[in-house]
C-alpha cells in the first residue's frame, strides 16, 4: 500500500507520485479491449473475403447494396447479346451485403461498449474513469482516422470521395488501429499504442498497394488464399490479440507480484 | 540564483497552501486528479486512514471547495463519492509545484554546500 508519510518535500512529492501511479494502475484495463476488437477482427475473417476489399484485392463495396437489391428482385443480365441471362448470379448478394453492414456497424459500437465497460468497472473498483478522457479519445481517433486517409489521398494522389473511405473499407479499420494507438496514449501503455501503430501501419501498407500486387512481397503474385482479404483480416486481427494476451498476462503477473506478503 | 533574486521572487514555502499540505488531504487531491470520482472506500484502502480521520479530511476539503461529496446507493450498499472541483485542480497544481520547486531549492542548496 502506498501512504503518504510525513517527511520532508522529496518524500512527499515521490509519495505523491507513487499514489498517483496506483490510481492509474487501478484506472487501466487495456486487456480487455486489445482482446475484445482483436475476437471482433477475427469475427471478421469469415466475412472478409466477400466483403472487405483491402484495396489490392476484392470487388468495389458500392457493389453489395446494389447486388443485393438485383437478388431481391430477381434481376437477370445476359452477358452477351443474344446469350442466355445467368439465374444464380447475384445469389448470396443480400448476406454478403447484410454481413458487411453489419460488422461495419459493430465497430463503432463497440467502442462505446468499451467506454460504458470503462465506466462501470471503475464504479465497482471506487476508482470511476474521466468521462473527459473518453471524449477526448473519441474525437482525437476521428482526427487521427482523418489525418491518415487525408494522408492517403495526398500520398496516392487520389481524389477524395466518399468511395475512398467507403470502397477500402479504411474507415472503421482504420478507427481499430487508430482507437488502440489513443487509448495506449491515454494509459500511458507503450504496448497498446504499439500495437494501434502497428495495426494502421499494416493497414495502409495493405491500401497503398496497386492492384493486383502482392501485398507481401514474399508471397506468389497469385492471387491465391495468401492474398486474399482473410489472411489480410487475420493478420490484423493478430494485432491486437497478441497484444491483449501480452497485457494480459503482465497483469496477472502484477497482481500474483502485489499479492506476495513479504515478512 | 542571486541573493537578490531570492528576495524579490516569493520563496515557494510561502505557496504551500496549508488545507492542501496535509499529507492525507494532499493524497485525496492526488486520487481524486486521476478519475471523475473516487469512492470513500477506496481513499480509505490507499490512505491508510480510518473512517472517522477520512471523514474530517474530506469535510475540510468540502469547506474550502476543493472536492464535493455526494452519497448514494450501489444496489443496498450506501456509497461516498468524492469529485474534485476545478478549483481543487488548481490548488492542488499549484501545491505540487511548490513542492518541486523546493525541492529544486533544497537539492541545489545542499550541490553547492558539498562543493564548498
Redo the contacts between chains.
Sequence with gaps: ??????G???E??A??NG??A???S??SGAGVPLLGLGLLALAAIPVAGQAFNFGANGRDITSYPAFAYAQLTGLCVPHAPGAACEKDEFAGAVLRCLAWGVWFALLPLAWFALARWYRRR??A???????TTWLGATAGVGALAAAVVLARVLVDSRRFDLGLLVNTYASPWYVLGVGLFVLGLAERSPLVAGAGLLHTALLSAYLSAPWESGWLPWLDRSDGWTDRPELKALLLAAIPLAAGLAQWTAGRRRTAASRTVTP | MSVADETEEQHPTLSLDDTVHQRVRLGILTIAREADQVDFGFLKEQLGATDGNLSRHLKVLEDSGLVTVTKGYAGRRPRTWVAMTPRGAEALDRELRALRELVRRLDAAAASGRQE
Design positions: 500500500m502506498t501512504t503518504l508519510q510525513q520532508g518535500p522529496a512527499l512529492l509519495a505523491t499514489l498517483r496506483r490510481a492509474r487501478r484506472l471503475g464504479e473498483r471506487g476508482i470511476v474513469p474521466r468521462r
